[in-house]
């Protein structure tokens, strides 16, 4: 079956210690690919990789965020991981036009994944999928200062872990840091390593 890309990206902590990886899995570009393929494509992906790295060689054991087309957010889908409390499924608002997705994710819930809501704006929208999550990344290029820390403090009261992405410079981190931010991601701690082939490292 067709390889899909993988992306693999560290998630820091306040103290820039490794906290989790996020896989981001994506078919290759110009490929439209039906969902029997794309389902067909990441079994072979996940066996692939247990059989010749071993999953939790490939995360260094450590939680594992996913994002992943709406169709292959399905329960037997998910990463081969050893502990489901471990997986954190991202999703964002295009999931509310897909009822069997929004079924999948609270079946995930239940059998103890975590949720994180990426890409978020302070809309009607995003707040209906609040109820799901656990987790909130937004980019921190998307808001300005006051903005930034009226969603920080609304979403600290509400006991969500933050996330900001798309931290570039020494600066960016520190900042958010000291608003209160729990994790990181972006080009100032790593350049992202995108793989098509079934090795990855």
Not at 182 to 196: L, M
């Amino acid at each position: 079956s067709l390889p899909l890309l993988i992306n693999k990206q560290p998630v820091l902590d306040a103290t820039q210690a490794l906290y989790a990886y996020q896989l981001k899995v994506e078919a290759p570009p110009g490929k439209n690919l039906t969902t029997e393929q794309l389902e067909a494509a990441i079994k072979d992906q996940w066996r692939h990789m247990q059989d010749h790295i071993g999953f939790n060689e490939l995360t260094a054991n450590k939680p594992v965020f996913y994002q992943a087309p709406l169709p292959l957010l399905k329960l037997d889908l998910l990463p081969p991981i050893a502990s489901l409390s471990k997986l954190i499924v991202e999703i964002d608002i295009d999931i509310l036009k897909d009822k069997a997705a929004l079924l999948a994710i609270k079946e995930m819930i239940q059998q103890g994944v975590q949720i994180a809501l990426q890409d978020y704006q302070p809309t009607p929208e995003h707040d209906k999928l609040l109820s799901f999550a656990k987790l909130v990344k937004f980019k921190v290029v998307d808001f300005n200062e006051q903005s930034l820390d009226e969603l920080l403090t609304k979403l600290q009261q509400k006991n969500f872990k933050v996330i900001i992405t798309g931290v570039n410079s020494e600066e960016t981190y520190s900042a958010m840091k000291n608003k209160g931010a729990h994790y990181f991601q972006g080009y100032f701690f790593t350049n992202p390593i995108i793989s098509s082939q079934k090795e990855v490292a």
